[in-house]
């Protein structure tokens, strides 16, 4: 009876959400494989060497994404804290990667390395509204 309950109380939404992180997720590990064992990326015609630094706090952010998308579906009140971390995460990350390089070749780089991946600004757009989401959900009690 207490399964029923709970699926009834999963919205559309919650089902999107988890689905979106989940594949973007698996998408970002797999597209990101060389990237987190690799010594050195081709960017056009130059190298760069991914820091100890890059690789963690990549990781780090996977790890939260899925975390977070697995603890939305079962309803849980630590999604909003995940999602809210991963999305602080990736402020950290965009401005790390972008301010040594400038704004305009983050964006280049991170468009023609990653043709699947959404980009940045509809990626940060989403986190957020997601922690917006997830804040109203514990609100209403749905997240417990």
Known sequence: MEATSLARKRSVWIWLITIY????????????????????IRIDN????PSIIDRTLNTLRYILDICGAISL???RRIAF????SSFFLTTILYIYFA???GWSEFLKIHLLNHPFYAPPFFDYAFYLAVCIYTWKLVKSGTLK
């Open 21 to 40: 992180f989940l594949v973007q997720t698996i998408l970002n590990i797999h597209f990101s494989l060389p990237y987190l064992s690799e010594e050195t």
């Open 46 to 49: 130059t190298y760069w060497e």
């Open 73 to 75: 579906f079962l309803l």
């Open 81 to 84: 804290y995940l999602f809210t």
């Open 99 to 101: 301010i040594p390089i």
